[in-house]
């Protein structure tokens, strides 16, 4: 009996071990692949995670409800539009739940972004019925269309010494504002009349708006003129020698070499971009804006000053603009105005964007403006297209009543200390804007205390 036992002892044990190890050595695998898999998990929702400020998969609550909220993406999923088919297919890229790979791979390469692009248009184009309709775009169009996957044009004319623009000298602490202004070849005289008023750069100092005693702020000004090429034909003259020797001489001079044409203007954009993620990187703040437009530099300062100062300023700078704020507006479908896009180009609504005669940014923005560029295929309209990288960063602009891009409301602008209540108004020729720089100096201490516009009584909200 015991050593039948016995026998069957030893049985249980050699049949029992190895399957007992081969159970262990099953249960370590599977341990080891479910907390592989937890951490790859891990990783990828933090991927996602910090994608998701940039990202558009899930448009969450609007930060500022006194516009209108958009609809998930601002543009309509139709595959019928040009613009449209080619922005859904480098989205598609981007979702994380169709091609979940490719977001680890965009955040490693950035060379990846650029290739995409080109895909996309490749892919699109080839589409027998896209380019039937590419054919029967306006011609101004088409030319846009064909040069669209191009954006890294040289840089013709800059700054010496990689410095931010001009009045870099004698500056003890980071530079408060760039002045980076759209400007052509030929208009010398604009160009001037803003070096001579609102445009000056160095130390500016100012006295804050809305305080009881005047006390004084400041910051350091740059300035520099964002320049494509004049097409000669046109023009009928050269004006690129005289442009370079301008640049040497005021070093506040940024040529690109593409035409300087309507629909080529977010080029300036994208490129801008990046020439001040390379030179500016202390900057604070960037207003871009028209070489047509009166800035009143000291509330500009004063205003700036006031933004900084608020509480949580760190933050919102991540994703500061402000602006003449257009919510929802519809593409211009006249096919003679200027802002013509057609529907076979481009469907839905139009992000909110700030009207493009002047808009102030944070540095810190402006570069990730610069990175999410890359995803965004150029737009023929330069306002609506910085409005589309805003929306693809989740940021809106904020509205300012006192940047009139559409001018004065009727009676306004009569009375005596009407300049001192705006940041920025729209549409002055050079000698107006010496006469207006003059009259907002000697009138200075007159109106000293006045506040910013704060109500909006919008002349004209139908620009595109
Ligand atoms: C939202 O926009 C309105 C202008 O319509 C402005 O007065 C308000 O300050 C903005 N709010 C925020 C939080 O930006
Ligand atoms: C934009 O610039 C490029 C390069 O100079 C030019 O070939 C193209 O025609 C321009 N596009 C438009 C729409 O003017």
Same mark, same amino acid.
């Given at each position: 009996? !015991?050593?039948?036992?016995?026998?069957?002892?030893?049985?249980?044990?050699?049949?029992?071990?190895?399957?007992?190890?081969?159970?262990?050595?099953?249960?370590?695998? +599977?341990?080891?692949?479910?907390?592989?898999?937890?951490?790859?998990?891990?990783?990828?929702?933090?991927? &996602?995670?910090?994608?998701?400020?940039?990202?558009?998969?899930?448009?969450?609550?609007?930060?500022?409800?006194?516009?209108?909220?958009? *609809?998930? @993406?601002?543009?309509?999923?139709?595959?019928?539009?040009?613009?449209?088919?080619?922005?859904?297919?480098?989205? $598609?890229?981007?979702?994380?739940?169709?091609?979940?790979?490719?977001?680890?791979?965009?955040?490693?390469?950035?060379?990846?972004?650029?290739?995409?692009?080109?895909?996309?248009?490749?892919?699109?184009?080839?589409?027998?019925?896209?380019?039937?309709? &590419?054919?029967?775009?306006?011609?101004?169009?088409? =030319?846009?269309?064909?040069?669209?996957?191009?954006?890294?044009?040289?840089?013709?004319?800059? *700054?010496?010494?990689? @410095?931010?623009?001009?009045? !870099?000298?004698?500056?003890?602490?980071?530079?408060?504002?760039?002045?980076?202004?759209?400007?052509?070849?030929?208009?010398?005289?604009?160009?001037?009349? &803003? $070096?001579?008023?609102?445009?000056?750069?160095?130390?500016?100092? #100012?006295?804050?708006?809305?305080?009881?005693?005047?006390?004084?702020?400041?910051?350091?000004? $740059?300035?520099?003129?964002?320049?494509?090429?004049?097409?000669?034909?046109?023009?009928?003259?050269?004006?690129?020698?005289?442009?370079?020797?301008?640049?040497?001489?005021?070093?506040?001079?940024?040529?690109?070499?593409?035409?300087? @044409?309507?629909?080529?203007?977010?080029?300036?954009?994208?490129?801008?971009?990046?020439?001040?993620?390379?030179?500016?990187?202390?900057? $604070?703040?960037?207003?871009?804006?028209?070489?047509?437009?009166?800035?009143?530099?000291?509330?500009?300062?004063?205003?700036?000053?006031?933004?900084?100062?608020?509480?949580? !300023?760190?933050?919102?700078?991540?994703?500061?603009?402000?602006?003449?704020?257009?919510?929802?507006?519809?593409?211009?479908?006249?096919?003679?105005?200027?802002?013509?896009?057609?529907?076979?180009?481009?469907?839905?609504?139009?992000?909110?964007?700030?009207?493009? +005669?002047?808009?102030?940014?944070? +540095?810190?923005?402006?570069?990730?403006?610069?990175?999410?560029?890359?995803?965004?295929?150029?737009? *023929?309209?330069?306002?609506?297209?910085?409005?589309?990288?805003?929306?693809?960063?989740?940021?809106?602009? /904020?509205?300012?009543?006192?940047?009139?891009?559409?001018?004065? *409301?009727?009676?306004?602008?009569?009375?005596?200390?009407?300049?001192? #209540? /705006?940041?920025?108004?729209?549409?002055?020729?050079? #000698?107006?804007?010496?006469?207006?720089? =003059?009259?907002?100096?000697? #009138?200075?201490?007159?109106?000293?205390?006045?506040?910013?516009?704060?109500? =909006?009584?919008?002349?004209?909200?139908?620009?595109?």
């Amino acid at each position: 009996m !015991a050593r039948c036992y016995c026998r069957w002892r030893r049985v249980l044990i050699c049949v029992c071990s190895p399957c007992i190890c081969l159970i262990l050595l099953f249960l370590y695998a +599977g341990i080891m692949v479910c907390m592989d898999m937890n951490t790859k998990a891990q990783q990828m929702s933090s991927t &996602i995670r910090s994608l998701e400020n940039e990202h558009f998969v899930a448009w969450g609550s609007f930060k500022n409800k006194s516009f209108a909220p958009l *609809p998930k @993406t601002f543009w309509k999923l139709d595959e019928e539009a040009f613009w449209n088919r080619l922005q859904v297919t480098v989205d $598609r890229h981007f979702n994380p739940i169709l091609k979940p790979p490719k977001i680890e791979m965009g955040i490693r390469n950035n060379a990846f972004y650029d290739s995409l692009l080109r895909l996309s248009f490749s892919e699109v184009i080839d589409l027998e019925n896209m380019r039937k309709k &590419i054919e029967q775009l306006p011609r101004q169009m088409q =030319d846009f269309v064909g040069h669209m996957k191009q954006r890294n044009y040289p840089v013709i004319i800059q *700054p010496a010494d990689s @410095t931010c623009g001009a009045g !870099a000298a004698d500056e003890k602490e980071p530079p408060l504002l760039l002045l980076a202004i759209k400007s052509t070849e030929l208009n010398l005289q604009n160009r001037q009349a &803003i $070096r001579q008023t609102w445009g000056q750069v160095g130390w500016v100092g #100012t006295h804050r708006k809305n305080s009881h005693r005047r006390q004084e702020v400041g910051g350091y000004i $740059r300035r520099v003129f964002l320049i494509g090429k004049e097409n000669p034909q046109g023009s009928g003259m050269d004006a690129s020698e005289l442009l370079q020797m301008e640049g040497q001489y005021y070093g506040d001079i940024v040529q690109w070499d593409f035409s300087d @044409t309507f629909f080529n203007l977010s080029l300036k954009d994208v490129h801008f971009w990046s020439w001040f993620s390379s030179r500016c990187s202390q900057t $604070r703040f960037v207003f871009k804006g028209d070489d047509d437009v009166f800035v009143n530099l000291p509330n500009m300062i004063a205003y700036l000053h006031e933004q900084l100062e608020k509480p949580h !300023a760190e933050q919102t700078m991540n994703e500061f603009m402000v602006g003449d704020v257009i919510g929802a507006a519809f593409p211009n479908r006249l096919c003679q105005s200027k802002y013509f896009v057609p529907d076979s180009f481009y469907k839905g609504l139009y992000p909110t964007y700030a009207g493009g +005669g002047g808009v102030v940014y944070s +540095g810190q923005l402006a570069k990730r403006l610069h990175d999410v560029s890359r995803r965004v295929h150029l737009f *023929p309209i330069d306002d609506v297209f910085v409005g589309m990288c805003m929306a693809r960063l989740n940021a809106s602009p /904020i509205h300012h009543p006192a940047f009139l891009t559409f001018d004065f *409301p009727k009676m306004e602008e009569a009375e005596p200390c009407a300049y001192h #209540t /705006i940041l920025l108004v729209h549409k002055r020729s050079p #000698t107006q804007l010496i006469e207006l720089w =003059d009259n907002v100096s000697r #009138t200075r201490n007159q109106c000293w205390n006045v506040p910013l516009r704060v109500s =909006d009584q919008k002349v004209n909200a139908s620009k595109v």
